[in-house]
């Protein structure tokens, strides 16, 4: 099984801040890498697949990028809506398919 | 516009069962794979189960296999999770998720979720 490990547990920025996550794999999943976001009492909701692929919908201020083990979601400029939690998500080799345990990101 | 909605989540106690149903419209149902995704209070998600478009192809975590069933049926667009031998660790909000394309892995579409206590 794929283990994913996202940093930090925990991000404090201001809006208007550059927002930098992180996910790593055990193992390579190549590009096979998704992101959601997930704010309290909602679905999740996906932003990237494909490690570099915006969701339809997706504003572009939310990029990401790597390949392999490491890989990077950046939200360049937060709105107040982008505080929530950040998930990454693997489909390289599933079953099973595996989730990071997420990234909160509030308002400092 | 794409809409899942899940119904049979409640209260039941260890080692009981449980029928979860979610409902698919604004799309063609049977050209997607469809999965179970669940999240503990609190916790972060975890994949379930997830079934191809034919119902060929299934596949469950091994913290579910041998007590959890997904299914599916074409003709009434809904997809289904029968649990048995329910135990408190199963106790989550659990959704029913379409894959992006056919059967990409990703999730894109989203119920609301149903949620499941195992308690006595």
């Known amino acids: 099984e794929i283990v994913l490990t996202q940093s930090p547990a925990t991000l404090s920025l201001s809006p208007g801040e550059r927002a930098t996550l992180s996910c790593r794999a055990s193992q390579s999943v190549s590009t096979y890498l998704a992101w959601y976001q997930q704010k309290p009492g909602q679905a999740p909701r996906l932003l990237i697949y494909?490690?570099?692929n915006r969701a339809t919908g997706i504003p572009a201020r939310f990029s990401g990028s790597g390949s392999g083990t490491d890989f990077t979601l950046t939200i360049s400029s937060l709105e107040p809506e982008d505080f929530a939690v950040y998930y990454c998500q693997q489909r390289s080799n599933w079953p099973p398919i595996t989730f990071g345990q997420g990234t909160r990101l509030e308002i400092k | 516009e794409v809409q899942l909605v899940e119904s049979g989540g409640g209260l039941v106690k260890p080692g009981g069962s449980l029928r979860l149903s979610c409902a698919a419209s604004?799309?063609?149902?049977?050209?997607?794979?469809m999965n179970w995704v669940r999240q503990a209070p609190g916790k972060g998600l975890e994949w379930v189960s997830s079934i191809s478009t034919s119902s060929s192809y299934i596949y469950y975590a091994d913290s579910v296999k041998g007590r959890f069933t997904i299914s599916r049926d074409n003709a009434k667009n809904s997809l289904y999770l029968q649990m048995n031998s329910l135990r408190a660790e199963d106790t989550a909000v659990y959704y029913c998720a379409r894959d992006r394309t056919g059967s990409s892995g990703y999730y894109p579409n989203w119920g609301q979720g149903t949620l499941v206590t195992v308690s006595s």
């Open positions: 604004g799309f063609t149902f049977s050209s997607y794979s």
């Open positions: 494909d490690a570099s």
